[in-house]
């Protein structure tokens, strides 16, 4: 579906958000300098639809699934991404019940939250993974090796791998439709579908100005919360709920961004790998140096017997 630039005010429902379509990304994938792009979730919107899923599905051409969208008996059970689904909508039961008694339940979306520091970039030891400007934590499959660093990082289990695949597996994740949208100025694919709007697309300080006056408009229906403006860092992906987000699976993280700890891993292994680099080193001058005295000997005995 691609949003003009009308139906994008529609969606966004952010006023202010102007600059947005009038920032332009390169071919490279480089954005002209600008603001970081999010998506606010407001969960006390989401009516578990799955549209955002299949929406997903189609634009990043992933295998339909063995289920079809339509089939909501698929949120009985909790999911997760796969290299094949790169957003899930789980059904949660918090406790809430309506004036009947009836329970009421939270839908949730998850999908890779576009750290504004993350611990998967840094993890990467061959650059595969890049922060883009406009937000989108980029995976470039070219350059990764197969490490899997960046799956053991992500504070969120993001990341998933392509184990089906024993030729050339990949690592799998939401891209924010960098490629299939973004760059084209376009929002991206599950946020456009919404048909409640519980997904808002913008730069993300607006984001955040509409979450916290929606917070002040109706304090009963919010926590005072916004999941991801402070998490590791801060997120480009900012969630918005009635009951809190442990209850809902988004565990408590620490304000300071995560790339700290698998740096620190990286430089330790690094610097602990000089050892071996050296000893191998030294290895390697002594095996010439021997190999040097063998020949030298064995040319000054060709001599010897020469003379006599
Ligand atoms: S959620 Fe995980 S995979 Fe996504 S940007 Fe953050 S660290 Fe990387
Ligand atoms: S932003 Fe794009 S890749 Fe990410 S969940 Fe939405 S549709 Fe899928
Ligand atoms: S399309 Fe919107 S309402 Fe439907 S599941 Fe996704 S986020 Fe929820």
């Known amino acids: 579906m691609n949003l003009n630039r009308r139906d994008f005010f529609r969606v966004a429902g952010i006023a202010a958000a102007t600059p947005l379509l009038d920032r332009s990304v390169d071919a490279a994938g480089e954005e002209s300098p600008g603001e970081s792009l999010g998506c606010l979730v407001d969960l006390t919107r989401c009516i578990g639809c799955r549209k955002c899923e299949q929406a997903c599905s189609a634009v990043q051409r992933l295998p339909a699934p063995e289920r079809s969208f339509d089939d909501l008996l698929v949120l009985e059970r909790p999911r997760r991404m796969s290299s094949r689904t790169y957003t899930v909508v789980n059904r949660v039961h918090t406790g809430v019940v309506d004036e009947h008694g009836r329970p009421v339940p939270t839908f949730i979306k998850l999908q890779c939250m576009h750290c504004l520091d993350p611990a998967c970039v840094s993890a990467c030891p061959v650059g595969a993974l890049t922060r883009k400007e406009n937000g989108a934590v980029h995976y470039n499959a070219s350059r990764c090796i197969g490490c899997r660093y960046c799956m053991v990082s992500c504070p969120f289990q993001v990341p998933c791998y392509e184990y089906e695949d024993p030729l050339t597996p990949r690592v799998r994740k939401c891209t924010f439709c960098f490629e299939q949208r973004l760059v084209e100025g376009k929002v991206p694919g599950c946020i456009g579908v919404c048909p409640v709007e519980a997904l808002t697309f913008g730069p993300r300080s607006q984001l955040l100005e509409a979450a916290r006056r929606r917070i002040q408009e109706d304090p009963g229906r919010y926590i005072q919360h916004i999941y991801g403006e402070k998490e590791v860092g801060g997120t480009g992906w900012l969630y918005l709920s009635g009951v809190s987000f442990d209850r809902l699976g988004l565990q408590k993280l620490p304000e300071r961004p995560m790339p700290k700890l698998p740096?620190?891993?990286?430089?330790?292994?690094?610097?602990?790998?000089?050892?071996?680099?050296?000893?191998?080193?030294?290895?390697?001058?002594?095996?010439?140096?021997?190999?040097r005295k063998a020949r030298g000997g064995a040319a000054g005995e060709r001599e010897e017997g020469a003379e006599s």
């Open 263 to 291: 740096e620190t891993i990286q430089h330790g292994l690094y610097s602990f790998l000089w050892a071996p680099i050296v000893l191998f080193g030294a290895l390697g001058g002594i095996m010439k140096l021997t190999e």
